[in-house]
């Protein structure tokens, strides 16, 4: 028999429920009662004045170093003046006070301040690096103005002054196609990224890491107190491989002219220098330029922003000649010993091209033909080449295409075809055009470190190297992050006898009495170079409007330099590009001039009583400069 159950009390239950669900009820309206109401206004108070704040530190910028560890670009302090939207009560009252403490143009205030509307809690930036005096005046009346802030950060300063402009670049003011890029993702409106130069191409290593300082603020933008500091992480430093006192060297020799000078360790490719002028200086955008500084910058007509060493592409002229001559002997045209006359002019079909000496030369070889740049041995010996094989020559030595330097917008120059031409202009390419072709003029376009690398390439035996602008990186703490080699892109393929003769021949355009590049003459070292001149066209030859090319390399026997000078509008290269070069040579390797005492610029380095003498061209061997 089944045991019956007792049934359930569900009444207990209930009432245990009950009691239950009224305390936590009273429980809640108590607390409510005691948030609400007794501890109402001050939990009220709290919420409406008391905010946190975070607030960017911007970072230490990478100093960057010449070779020889002199500072040249570093950083000091600039006070930024800032102003947070979410903060400010009345803008009508803000623009009042701002235009009365600022040595700024109203309009321009208004312009900044209309852009509050990007983000209500982003610091937008009003004026930045502000003076001490404006500091002064803000600093007095800041209480009076919320929302207003100013910031300490690093600012690019230039201890040595404009130093390779073109190379080192500058910084602006991120705008805001970049911001949208992505490419930028720790930067805000109102940052200074590098927009040129070696700043910009190593923007990441140069530009550290933000910090950040978390504040407690009340209802007026006040700082009530300092929650807590993130560091920022300073830039990495960067060693260039410039030398300062040979860059400074190159920009003094082309003050008040439009050129380009490069100087090459033609061992590595390294620049030693490269300048360009007329040149900017950095300094000036240091500061938030207005639209119609810029305009007045790029409104130019000397193109300052223009690095003419890279981006400047000029007919060779004479300087072009080593290459013919190389080409020649390679091919087998001609020998070392073979003549041609030269009378002035040459006659090819029904035109006449004269030569740049209107009596002529006479009869010449290839030696004289360099030393003396004969026009009329090289328009033979031109034709005889034709354009498409003088073109591969042209090409081992790098010319026609960008060097691979780590500047942006380099030009690649123009060696011309047959091909070039049939699709350029939908024409046959005319022998008449090699006859200009051969003297670097026609359609040859090359940039200034175009022929310094072709320079360079002869002196070292054949070697073309990659220019390159920096030797290592390393942190702020001294740990080297990465260094860098020199890359060989290729040897050329010539016999070394033949660039023996070639370097022997542009050693007697510096040394042996009648050679067009006798004003670069040095004692103690023995200098091989090459003159040229370049007609420009529509201009003609009057009034020294063509443009002056100089090429060298020193000391002969074992070469550490390369450069070339280029002067717009210079006239004979020999007059005007020549001296400059010398003037580097003289500098690098600490050439005293007589009379002198102090290394200043003469007219020559001999002893007193040898003003006459010629300096011996030493002996130089092929095989000392056979290509590995």
Same mark, same amino acid.
């Given at each position: 028999?089944?045991?019956?159950?007792?049934?359930? %009390?569900?009444?207990?239950?209930?009432?245990?429920?009950?009691?239950?669900?009224? &305390?936590?009820?009273? =429980?809640?309206?108590?607390?409510?009662?005691?948030?609400?109401?007794?501890?109402?206004?001050?939990?009220?108070?709290?919420?409406?004045?008391?905010?946190?704040?975070?607030?960017?530190?911007?970072?230490?910028?990478?100093?960057?170093? %010449?070779?020889?560890?002199?500072?040249?670009?570093?950083?000091?302090?600039? #006070?930024?003046?800032?102003?947070?939207? @979410? %903060?400010?009560?009345?803008?009508?009252?803000?623009?009042?006070?701002?235009?009365?403490?600022?040595?700024?143009?109203?309009?321009?205030?208004?312009?900044?301040? =209309?852009?509050?509307?990007?983000? /209500?809690?982003?610091?937008?930036?009003?004026?930045?690096?502000?003076?001490?005096?404006?500091?002064?005046?803000?600093?007095?009346?800041?209480?009076?103005?919320?929302?207003?802030?100013?910031?300490?950060?690093?600012?690019?300063?230039?201890?040595?002054?404009?130093?390779?402009?073109?190379?080192?670049?500058?910084?602006?003011?991120?705008?805001?196609?970049?911001?949208?890029?992505?490419?930028?993702?720790?930067?805000?409106?109102? @940052?200074?990224?590098?927009?040129?130069?070696?700043?910009?191409?190593?923007?990441?290593?140069?530009?550290?890491?933000?910090?950040?300082?978390?504040?407690?603020?009340?209802?007026?933008?006040?700082?009530?107190?300092?929650?807590?500091?993130?560091?920022?992480?300073?830039?990495?430093?960067?060693?260039?491989?410039? @030398?300062?006192?040979?860059?400074?060297?190159?920009?003094?020799?082309?003050?008040?002219?439009?050129?380009?000078?490069?100087?090459?360790?033609?061992?590595?490719?390294?620049?030693?220098?490269?300048?360009?002028?007329?040149?900017? @200086?950095?300094?000036?955008?240091?500061?938030?330029?207005?639209?119609?500084?810029?305009?007045?910058?790029?409104?130019?007509?000397?193109?300052?922003?223009?690095?003419?060493?890279?981006?400047?592409?000029?007919?060779?002229?004479?300087?072009?000649?080593?290459?013919?001559?190389?080409?020649?002997?390679?091919?087998?045209?001609?020998?070392?010993?073979?003549?041609?006359?030269?009378?002035?002019?040459?006659?090819?079909?029904?035109? +006449? #091209?004269?030569? $740049?000496?209107?009596?002529?030369?006479?009869?010449?070889?290839?030696?004289?033909?360099?030393?003396?740049?004969?026009?009329?041995?090289?328009?033979?010996?031109?034709?005889?080449?034709?354009?498409?094989?003088? &073109?591969?020559?042209?090409?081992?030595?790098?010319?026609?295409? /960008?060097?691979?330097?780590?500047?942006?917008?380099?030009? !690649?120059?123009?060696?011309?075809?047959?091909? $070039?031409?049939?699709?350029?202009?939908?024409?046959?390419?005319?022998?008449?055009?090699?006859?200009?072709?051969?003297?670097?003029?026609?359609?040859?376009?090359?940039?200034?470190?175009?022929?310094?690398?072709?320079?360079?390439?002869?002196?070292?035996?054949?070697?073309?190297?990659?220019?390159?602008?920096?030797?290592?990186?390393?942190?702020?703490?001294?740990?080297?992050?990465?260094?860098?080699?020199?890359?060989?892109?290729?040897?050329?393929?010539?016999?070394?006898?033949?660039?023996?003769?070639?370097?022997?021949?542009?050693?007697?355009?510096?040394?042996?009495?009648?050679?067009?590049?006798?004003?670069?003459?040095? $004692?103690?070292?023995?200098?091989?170079?090459?003159? !040229?001149?370049?007609?420009?066209? !529509?201009?003609?030859?009057? !009034?020294? +409007?063509?443009?002056?090319?100089?090429?060298?390399?020193?000391?002969?026997? %074992? /070469?550490?330099?390369?450069?070339?000078?280029?002067?717009?509008?210079?006239?004979?290269?020999?007059?005007? =590009?020549? /001296?400059?070069?010398?003037?580097?040579?003289?500098?690098?390797?600490?050439?005293?001039?007589?009379?002198?005492?102090?290394?200043?610029?003469?007219?020559?380095?001999?002893?007193?009583?040898?003003?006459?003498?010629?300096?011996?061209?030493?002996?130089?061997?092929?095989?000392?400069?056979?290509?590995?």
């Amino acid at each position: 028999m089944l045991e019956q159950r007792e049934p359930i %009390d569900f009444s207990k239950q209930f009432l245990i429920t009950t009691v239950v669900i009224l &305390a936590a009820f009273f =429980a809640l309206t108590g607390r409510f009662w005691y948030l609400q109401i007794l501890k109402g206004d001050h939990f009220k108070k709290m919420a409406e004045n008391n905010r946190v704040r975070v607030l960017p530190v911007p970072p230490a910028r990478g100093i960057l170093f %010449d070779r020889n560890g002199l500072m040249l670009v570093n950083s000091r302090p600039s #006070f930024n003046l800032y102003v947070i939207p @979410d %903060d400010v009560q009345d803008w009508d009252l803000l623009k009042e006070q701002l235009t009365r403490l600022l040595d700024m143009e109203p309009d321009l205030i208004e312009r900044r301040l =209309a852009q509050k509307k990007a983000s /209500p809690f982003q610091p937008l930036p009003i004026k930045l690096d502000i003076t001490s005096e404006e500091l002064g005046r803000l600093e007095t009346f800041k209480y009076m103005m919320p929302g207003v802030y100013i910031e300490v950060s690093p600012q690019r300063n230039y201890p040595l002054g404009p130093v390779a402009p073109h190379v080192i670049g500058y910084l602006g003011e991120i705008t805001p196609e970049q911001l949208k890029s992505g490419k930028y993702p720790e930067c805000r409106l109102g @940052d200074y990224i590098g927009q040129w130069g070696l700043e910009k191409e190593y923007q990441k290593d140069l530009g550290g890491i933000k910090g950040g300082r978390y504040l407690e603020v009340d209802a007026r933008g006040r700082e009530v107190q300092v929650l807590g500091v993130q560091e920022p992480t300073a830039g990495n430093n960067l060693v260039t491989t410039l @030398d300062w006192d040979l860059q400074k060297t190159a920009q003094e020799a082309l003050q008040g002219r439009a050129g380009a000078v490069v100087a090459l360790d033609p061992r590595s490719g390294e620049v030693l220098a490269m300048a360009s002028s007329p040149a900017f @200086d950095p300094s000036t955008f240091t500061r938030k330029l207005t639209a119609k500084d810029w305009q007045t910058l790029l409104s130019d007509p000397l193109k300052p922003f223009q690095n003419r060493a890279i981006q400047g592409q000029y007919p060779p002229g004479s300087t072009y000649k080593m290459v013919v001559a190389l080409a020649a002997l390679e091919e087998g045209l001609v020998t070392p010993e073979t003549t041609f006359y030269c009378n002035g002019t040459f006659l090819f079909g029904n035109r +006449r #091209f004269s030569c $740049w000496r209107k009596g002529g030369h006479g009869s010449v070889n290839l030696h004289k033909a360099i030393v003396q740049s004969c026009d009329v041995y090289f328009y033979n010996v031109g034709l005889r080449l034709g354009v498409d094989r003088l &073109a591969r020559y042209a090409q081992y030595f790098g010319l026609g295409q /960008p060097t691979g330097v780590a500047l942006t917008s380099e030009k !690649g120059g123009l060696i011309p075809t047959s091909l $070039w031409k049939l699709k350029r202009y939908k024409a046959p390419w005319h022998p008449g055009e090699t006859v200009s072709l051969s003297i670097g003029q026609g359609y040859n376009l090359v940039t200034p470190l175009q022929m310094a690398v072709l320079t360079a390439a002869l002196a070292n035996g054949g070697k073309v190297y990659r220019p390159y602008l920096v030797k290592k990186l390393f942190s702020p703490q001294g740990r080297i992050l990465k260094e860098f080699s020199p890359v060989q892109l290729r040897s050329l393929p010539v016999k070394a006898e033949h660039l023996y003769l070639i370097r022997k021949a542009m050693a007697g355009v510096v040394n042996e009495p009648g050679g067009t590049g006798y004003a670069c003459r040095l $004692w103690g070292i023995t200098a091989a170079g090459k003159t !040229g001149t370049a007609q420009v066209v !529509g201009l003609g030859k009057k !009034g020294g +409007r063509d443009h002056a090319w100089f090429v060298a390399f020193a000391p002969l026997e %074992d /070469p550490k330099l390369a450069v070339a000078v280029l002067v717009e509008h210079g006239g004979h290269g020999g007059d005007a =590009a020549a /001296p400059i070069a010398r003037k580097l040579f003289q500098a690098y390797f600490h050439l005293i001039p007589r009379g002198s005492g102090t290394g200043a610029s003469s007219t020559e380095e001999t002893p007193s009583g040898e003003e006459n003498q010629t300096p011996p061209t030493p002996s130089v061997r092929p095989e000392e400069y056979r290509v590995d």
